[in-house]
């Protein structure tokens, strides 16, 4: 099962409209605390095997790293652990800032 793309306007328009997402940034630590798009929930991408209990089976979730790299095996991973409902942020945190929201450091 192919994994769902999702570009940075179709999450700012999700995001907009209240939907209730489940951000997942793979991201390592420092990534993170050096810039992360708000309410994302860190769970560095070598984490994710031992940590999928922390993750609901029927949330729909957004997975996000740098471009997009890392959170497609993030997604890739999930779905063929049983969930249904994620997608992989095209472009990454990288995207997003250019695109969507300027005041997201990048690097």
Sequence with gaps: MPVKQLSV???????NQNSTLYLLDVREVNEYDYTHIPN???????????RL????AEDEIVV????GMRSQQ??????HSG???VANLSGG?????CQ??????RY
């Design 9 to 15: 306007f179709d999450l700012q328009t999700k995001l």
């Design 40 to 50: 994302s929930v860190l769970i560095p991408l070598r984490q994710i095997p031992d």
């Design 53 to 56: 209990n922390e993750l609901n």
């Design 64 to 67: 996000i790293c740098h471009h």
């Design 74 to 79: 993030a997604a890739m991973y999930l779905v």
């Design 83 to 85: 969930f249904k409902n």
């Design 93 to 97: 945190i990288d995207a997003w800032a």
């Design 100 to 105: 969507c929201d300027p005041s997201i450091k």
